[in-house]
């Protein structure tokens, strides 16, 4: 399930909350060995979806960049749009990275499901929108290398996976961390969100106290995630700077299904 906050009150909009887009997903559980074999081909009817629906957010977001420097916000239904095709790719991605053995629904709007984001499009700054593709580059950067890591060793992880017929704890929290930074990336792009993409590492300082939705909200990431995240980053950086690296990312990753605009 997607959830957009409404504007709500007879006062216009809001004033602008730092809003970091947030992700929930359940604890690891046993899934079906045979599933975890095949969840890339299974997942293809999604790729092809995803790949129409791109088409037509990248659109939305180029149409909803110019109604936000006149508005100060995302049209309605361009943010409800955006945030529900987000919210969509976000499952598909999450069953390709083993965070989940439920296969995703072909729906925008599906009932309540383990992974959900919660999204709160609302006021924007209006010099931010309009320096957002050069904003976004330290964050591009970050995602990419750890995205880009995670795919590296994207074999190891199915093959682990595959054998336990489960995700390590540790294992989980950083891919989790990677799909949720990735999520925020992409929120910001969109400009369905003005907080700047960050916490890669968790919420360990600022979870005393924050009520648990999720394995994943608040998101505790263990020395042994952090390490793997550590280790996402290195080899996403080894991938950059050496031509002759090459990854599983080439055949598939999370920009595969991300309108150019927002890379």
């Known amino acids: 399930m997607v959830t957009q906050q409404p504007w709500g009150g007879s006062g216009g909009p809001p004033a602008p909350v730092e809003w970091l887009p947030a992700l929930d997903i359940p604890a690891p559980e046993h899934q079906n060995r045979l599933t975890v074999l095949f969840r890339a081909l299974l997942l293809i009817p999604h790729f092809i979806v995803l790949f129409v629906l791109s088409i037509a957010a990248f659109f ?4 909803g960049w110019f109604a936000a420097l006149v508005l100060g916000r995302l049209p309605d239904p361009i943010a409800e749009f955006l945030t529900h095709y987000l919210g969509y ?6 069953s390709l990275m083993l965070l989940t053995g439920s296969y995703p629904p072909f729906a ?3 009932p309540d499901l383990p992974v959900r984001i919660e999204v709160r499009p609302g006021p924007l700054n209006r010099l931010a929108v309009f320096f957002r593709l050069i904003l976004m580059i330290p964050a591009a950067i970050v995602q990419s290398l750890v995205g880009s890591g995670w795919w590296g060793l994207s ?3 199915w093959l682990i996976t595959l054998i336990l017929g489960r995700m390590p704890g540790p294992l989980f929290e950083a891919t989790a961390a990677t799909l949720r930074y990735m999520t925020r990336f992409d929120a910001y792009t969109m400009m369905l969100t003005s907080a700047y993409p960050k916490k890669l590492f968790g919420d360990r300082a600022e979870a005393v106290g924050v009520p648990v939705h999720s394995a994943t909200r608040p998101l505790l990431i263990s020395s042994g995630g ?3 995240l550590v280790l996402f980053l290195v080899v996403g950086i080894i991938g950059a700077v050496t031509p002759s690296f090459t990854t599983s990312s080439d055949s598939w990753d999370w920009e595969a299904a991300t309108p150019a605009a927002h890379r």
């Open 60 to 63: 939305a977001t180029v149409a």
């Open 89 to 94: 790719r976000v499952r598909v991605v999450a």
């Open 108 to 110: 925008l709007t599906p």
């Open 155 to 157: 074999f190891i992880w």
């Open 226 to 228: 952090q390490a793997l």
